[in-house]
């Protein structure tokens, strides 16, 4: 049973073989038979440059020029007579009037100061140099040469003077009142004199005040 499957099993497998090949050859030759180009025999190629040549070949026609139409004079339009304000000579156009623009500079920074403001030896001269708002007490609104002493009173302890001014006020001094516009203090009363010490550019001054009696 063995040796007959064997076989039949071959036998089959050599049938399909013999099939794939014969079906393989039908194929080459179908696309052979395609490809091949048809033969044009001489006679066919005659017949047919026959058949051409007798066909009429169509003369060329000649681009047609424009025509131009002709006027006659009599449809001519009849020539305009010159208008009365034709010669009239040419006047300027009308602007319109345009509004006039100013610059304001208030409130706005000024473009040509500089950024970096370099202070001289002069302009510090002239700030120190601007007198001092007036004080709220009276011995310090004028200069301590301006005020005259014209009393003493008083022991060696304990002295007063009374000084007086422009405007005829009369004002007490101690010892330690401040007097002058310059920050001066009275530092001793005598019997004749009162002595006022100052301070310019950090240098003590001393202003004596002489008791006048008249």
């Known amino acids: 049973m063995k040796k007959i499957k064997f076989i039949l099993f071959s036998a089959f497998i050599i049938l399909f073989i013999m099939a794939f090949f014969a079906c393989t050859d039908e194929v080459k030759n179908a696309s ?4 091949a180009p ?7 190629a005659t017949a047919v440059l026959s058949q051409n040549q007798a066909k009429p070949i169509p003369a060329a026609t000649a681009p047609v020029q424009n025509q131009v139409p002709t006027v006659n004079a009599a449809t001519k339009a009849p020539a305009q007579s010159p208008s ?8 300027a ?8 623009y100013n610059y304001n500079p208030a409130g706005k920074p000024d473009p040509f100061r500089p950024f ?7 302009k510090k001269a002239q700030v ?7 004080s709220i007490f009276p011995l310090q609104r004028a200069e301590t040469e301006m005020y005259r002493v014209v009393g003493i009173a008083g ?3 304990h002295m007063v003077a009374i000084a007086e001014d422009t405007a005829k006020k009369f004002y ?7 007097i002058g516009i310059r920050e001066g203090k009275v530092i001793e009363i005598m019997a004749d004199r009162v002595i006022v010490e100052e301070y310019e550019n950090k240098k003590a001054k001393r202003i004596i005040l002489k008791l006048r009696k008249n």
């Open 32 to 35: 052979k038979s395609k490809a």
């Open 93 to 100: 156009p009308t602007m319109a009037p345009t509004d006039v």
């Open 128 to 134: 120190e140099k601007k007198p001092p708002p007036p």
């Open 116 to 122: 970096i403001v370099v202070e001289t030896a002069e």
């Open 84 to 91: 009365p304000t034709a010669n009239a000579p040419a006047t």
């Open 38 to 44: 048809k033969k044009i025999t001489p006679a066919a």
């Open 172 to 178: 007490p001094l101690f010892k330690g009142t401040r």
């Open 155 to 157: 022991d060696q302890d």
